[in-house]
């Protein structure tokens, strides 16, 4: 009876240390980095903004006045209609610029839930009103971004935080919060890697070592027009490395004596994508959810105690 009572005790014990407050350093990462992203997202569709998404643009208010049926069948799409009646230019405009303000204020921190609830709107009403424009990321980056909200992301590093300072209310004493939004993210983040990883292990092409040599000479995804065929020797042992890496990637992150080293050659995989392909804003957002695996605990004391106004009393470790 030992036996089956001490593996449920160690059991329960675990379970007890999974949902137990979380360090929010993490969260607060992704919040900026999410920010960021929405924001640079939308700032480089301003000179088609009209294009894509005013009432003469692709699937416009004129567009379904002529199809009415244009939108049949696509549930995202259907619950958004106002966008899509919408006669005004200038009132498309004014939500875009909402929403530039609202995923700013976000990545800053000021007023940081309300900031981000408005900009997850905004950016669902955008990406419904047309949902071929934007990539997979933008769909990727809802839920994730609704973790982030639904976490005390706005307690340090932020405009709140300062204002809270000065007007003598306090600083956040702890930097515990709440387990559901973070273990939330971490869960979600894995499974996308264990759906890409685990996907395309019986694929002939990622066991033949040619997937990096055929995206970076693809026209579409290449940055960077040059001849790869004498890197491809090279190229074989990363695509076998990025084959490796992925589907061990969401075992190798729950164990801390792994998670640094995974975490790291993570980065250096979207890093890498980012400087030699184009894939849109898929780099800049996985890196920011990478932030809620990253052991901040092991650089505290030379990032986050020296900035301001953080507290100081240390990074807690993760349970």
């Known amino acids: 009876m030992a036996g089956p009572t001490g593996a449920r005790a160690r059991f329960a014990a675990a379970l007890a240390r999974f949902f137990a407050p979380q360090p929010q350093q993490g969260m607060v990462a992704a919040r900026i980095g999410f920010g960021l992203v929405l924001f640079g997202a939308w700032v480089s569709k301003a000179p088609a903004l009209q294009a894509l998404y005013g009432p003469e643009g692709v699937g416009g208010f004129a567009s379904h006045q002529r199809a009415p049926g244009l939108a049949a069948g696509r549930p995202l799409e259907a619950a958004w209609q106002h966008l899509h009646r919408l006669e005004s230019p200038e009132a498309v405009t004014a939500l875009w610029v909402l929403l530039l303000l609202a995923s700013g204020a976000f990545a800053a921190g000021y007023r940081t839930r309300l900031a981000g609830l408005v900009a997850l709107g905004l950016h669902a009403l955008f990406q419904a009103r047309s949902y071929a424009v934007m990539g997979d990321w933008a769909v990727m980056i809802k839920p994730w971004l609704l973790y982030v909200i639904l976490a005390p992301s706005g307690r340090r590093l932020s405009v709140d935080a300062w204002l809270r300072a000065r007007r003598g209310l306090g600083e956040a004493t702890s930097w515990l919060g709440p387990a559901a939004p973070v273990r939330l993210l971490q869960v979600h983040l894995c499974t996308m890697y264990a759906m890409a990883g685990w996907s395309r292990l019986a694929n002939a092409e990622w066991l033949s070592g040619e997937v990096v040599f055929s995206i970076l000479t693809d026209r579409f995804y ?63 957002m996985m890196l920011s959810a990478l932030a809620v695996f990253f052991p901040w605990a092991a650089t505290g004391g030379l990032v986050w105690e020296r900035l301001l106004p953080l507290g100081r009393r240390g990074a807690p470790r993760a349970p």
Do not use: C, K, S
């Open 222 to 284: 290449g940055r960077f027009d040059v001849d790869w065929l004498p890197w491809l020797p090279a190229l074989r042992l990363l695509t076998w490395g990025v084959y490796a890496l992925e589907p061990v990637a969401p075992i190798l992150l729950w164990v801390p004596r792994f998670r640094g080293v995974t975490v790291l050659a993570l980065i250096g995989l979207h890093v890498g994508m980012e400087l030699f392909t184009n894939a849109d804003w898929w780099q800049p």
